[in-house]
């Protein structure tokens, strides 16, 4: 990765704020606005969800019935407690971990969550945002609640949806990676 641009994080997210959403993941999302409403997600709902964030546990996904799906999300919504949340969806769900969980809250309430990612995180830590794993691999359920804290932290702080700080954040480490993204420290 480059060396910093800007003297703060807070810098960075002003002079690249994204607040406009990719094609694709935008209908996706418009597509889950019930979910919320309805207290619940199907199987068909989850498996855009898991694809969307990863397809690689693509026949993971599929073990998981309409009945386990529907009832696991069912808690999941009706909970406030963000790790009850986590651990429904990584312990009930085949194929889910913490970034697909992520995915899952983000792709159906944008406006509080966004996506765990490797490349957000090594921003985070470029910008002393979070002290621990500069390369942002292998992350827990308190890595990922401290993320979500800083996101939701920012997201006040400019007024916009938590989801638009970790796609400004995101975009923002693609536009000035060097070198292999799983290689942190690595890099010249």
Do not use: C
């Not at 990719?22 to 597509?31: F, P, R, V």
């Not at 199987?43 to 969307?52: C, I, L, S, V």
């Not at 019935?65 to 963000?82: A, M, N, P, Y």
Request: a positive charge.
């Amino acid at each position: 990765m480059k060396k910093q641009e800007y003297s703060t994080i807070e810098e960075l997210i002003k002079n690249n704020l994204s607040t406009e959403e990719d094609s694709g993941t935008e209908k996706l999302i418009n597509e889950l606005k019930p979910v919320l409403k309805k207290g619940y997600f199907t199987k068909d709902e989850f498996m855009k969800m898991g694809m969307w964030k990863s397809p690689r546990p693509k026949q993971q996904y599929l073990k998981n019935s309409e009945e386990s799906i529907v009832e696991t999300s069912k808690e999941v919504l009706s909970t406030d407690f963000e790790k009850r949340k986590i651990d429904l969806l990584t312990r009930r769900l085949r194929g889910v971990s913490i970034p697909v969980a992520s995915a899952i809250l983000t792709l159906i309430d944008p406006q509080n969550y966004g996506v765990i990612d490797i490349r957000v995180w090594q921003l985070l830590y470029l910008y002393r945002s979070v002290k621990n794993n500069p390369t942002g691999i292998g992350m827990d359920f308190h890595d990922w609640y401290h993320y979500l804290m800083k996101l939701r932290y920012y997201a006040k702080k400019f007024k916009v949806k938590t989801r638009d700080i970790e796609r400004t954040l995101f975009l923002y480490h693609k536009k000035i990676q060097e070198g292999n993204l799983y290689k942190y420290g690595k890099q010249k």
